[in-house]
């Protein structure tokens, strides 16, 4: 079984993309976002496991525009 957990930081998949990391978004204010954290009551953290497959809407209005 291939964990993809284990691709992080192994050898690379691709020629064409060293770190096994195929797609990375950032937006927002880092600054503000570890205050608030760091202010925080009580911060909850979860690590999700998802499987090798793009996760897609099942409602058929994703390919008929909400008929």
């Not at 930081?9 to 020629?15: E, I, L, M, Q």
């Not at 096994?20 to 600054?31: M, P, Q, Y």
């Not at 954290?37 to 909850?44: H, M, T």
Request: positive net charge; aromatic residues 6%.
């Amino acid at each position: 079984m291939t964990s993809t957990a284990d691709a992080i930081g192994g050898a690379p998949v691709w020629d064409e993309c060293q770190d096994n990391v195929c797609n990375l978004h950032v937006a927002g204010d880092k600054g503000a976002t570890d205050a608030a954290f760091a202010k925080a009551a009580r911060v909850i953290k979860r690590k999700y496991v998802i499987t090798r497959v793009h996760a897609q809407f099942m409602e058929p209005r994703g390919s008929t525009g909400g008929l």
